[in-house]
């Protein structure tokens, strides 16, 4: 608990006066050592183990420079895929406290009710996303699959396994690199919303997709090559 407490002290302290700071602001300050380790710290403490596992740890700290660069391109991108219909785009972070981006599809979109075929409409969608993504090869893909909480543990941990890989099969014909996605089911441990209602449940049925930076992106923004 003192742990906690401690992070969350911390956590104000630099983060005080953050407010109006703009998000590549936010990269310079979450790039240095201390941003990476409370950054992760926050995401585990609030019990969202996410925001401390997407991303290759690197190992090391990531220099401020390299993080406001990395945060810059990241915006940019972000603004981008915003322009996709289906989907909703938020900046987060990786594990290393770089600004990550996390893209957010509906699965009553993407996919039939308790089924993981793609839909033609989903298919648009990831097409464009794919053609979006062409420019920004230095990332990793992790695909994240999440149902409501119908059903038993195990057909939901076998939908939403099997609708997150439905989406890297179909991103990899689009020419995204096998190589660079990483899939996993959540079932419906993680929520975003109330399965006690029709409403909440279609929030909860999604497939989340989170860009990082992968270990190259990294060193060319330490070396000053990153464009």
Not at 50 to 60: C, R
Not at 214 to 227: D, P, R, S, V, Y
Request: proline share 1%.
């Amino acid at each position: 608990m003192k742990k906690i407490l401690l992070l969350f002290l911390c956590a104000a302290v630099i983060f005080q006066g953050c407010s109006t700071m703009s998000k590549t602001g936010k990269g310079t300050l979450i790039g240095s050592g201390a941003g990476a380790v409370i950054g992760a710290g926050i995401g585990a403490a609030i019990g969202d183990t996410k925001g401390a596992a997407i991303g290759a740890a690197i190992g090391t700290a990531v220099g401020a420079g390299a993080g406001a660069v990395i945060g810059k391109k990241m915006d940019k991108k972000a603004e981008e895929l915003e322009a996709l219909e289906n989907a909703k785009v938020e900046t987060v972070e990786d594990q290393n406290g770089l600004q990550a981006i996390k893209v957010t599809f509906d699965s009553g979109i993407l996919f039939p009710l308790n089924g993981s075929t793609l839909s033609q409409t989903s298919k648009n969608e990831l097409s464009e996303f794919a053609t979006k993504m062409q420019d920004m090869q230095e990332t990793d893909i992790t695909i994240y699959g999440h149902t409501d909480n119908t059903g038993s543990d195990a057909v939901n941990e076998r939908l939403s396994n099997r609708r997150a890989e439905s989406v890297a099969a179909y991103l990899k014909n689009c020419g995204i690199a096998s190589s660079r996605m990483t899939t996993e089911g959540k079932s419906y441990s993680q929520p975003v919303a109330s399965n006690e209602t029709v409403e909440g449940r279609a929030q909860n049925r999604r497939v989340e997709i989170f860009i990082t930076a992968n270990e190259n992106m990294i060193k060319a923004a330490e070396e000053g090559t990153l464009q």
